[in-house]
């Protein structure tokens, strides 16, 4: 399977430039609202001994607003507006012949950056000749605004979906929010929600 999945990423990932629809979301109970859209590209894919790795680099442009109490966005809470590079790198297990690894952020422009020392693990990889497939769990947890300068500890667990639509690449990104106590490290699903997050080639 690793091969192929090689050969899926070179043939129809690496290289390419996707585009993420503009999405809104809502934290702190309805006291923020966040507008988010990026640019996308993968590069750098290497093969290692036992697996591969290659980075994802990210143009955002995410800003994140107070609410009134009529929920009217007034002033700028946050400006996460920057240029991001992740490393993603899997290796075949030799007790189960399955592909895991990790996800993290090598560096970023983004002020006052959440990604900081985080990294997700990376699992339940499938591919069926036409779909790339995982999962990512967050390891312990990382910042989340929930009022200008307040913060709450949170875990992103997601799915990510690669595949190709009329011969032009998708990434498909699903997070899941959950609240984590900082003490026990257990996590309860957030009342805050983000959408799905869906980048394409143009």
């Known amino acids: 399977m690793k091969d192929e999945i090689i050969h899926f990423l070179e043939k129809n990932l690496i290289g390419k430039i996707l585009f993420t629809d503009k999405v809104t979301y809502t934290l702190g109970n309805g006291k923020l609202e966040g ?5 996308m590209t993968f590069s ?16 955002t442009h995410e800003l994140i607003y107070n609410l009134d109490e009529k929920g009217v966005r007034t002033t700028i809470a946050k400006d996460y507006t920057g240029t991001s590079v992740f490393c993603y790198e899997l ?6 012949n399955q592909l895991t690894g990790y996800m993290y952020c090598v560096s970023t422009t983004v002020q006052d950056q959440t990604m900081e020392a985080v ?12 779909e790339l497939s995982w999962r990512e769990n967050q390891l312990l947890y990382r910042d989340n605004p929930i009022e200008e300068d307040k913060y ?11 595949y190709l639509n009329e011969g032009k690449v998708v990434y498909e990104y699903l997070p899941t929010l959950w609240d984590v ?10 009342k805050d929600d983000y959408p799905p997050y869906i980048s394409k080639e143009v």
């Open 44 to 59: 750098n894919l290497v093969k290692t001994e036992n697996g591969f790795k290659f980075n994802m680099t990210t143009l």
């Open 35 to 39: 507008i988010y859209n990026d640019q």
């Open 119 to 130: 990294v997700c693990g990376i699992f339940d990889v499938i591919f069926n000749g036409k």
């Open 181 to 190: 106590n900082p003490r026990t490290l257990e996590k309860r699903l957030s």
């Open 91 to 96: 290796a075949v297990r030799k007790s189960t």
């Open 152 to 162: 709450k500890p949170i875990a992103f667990d997601s799915k990510v979906c690669i």
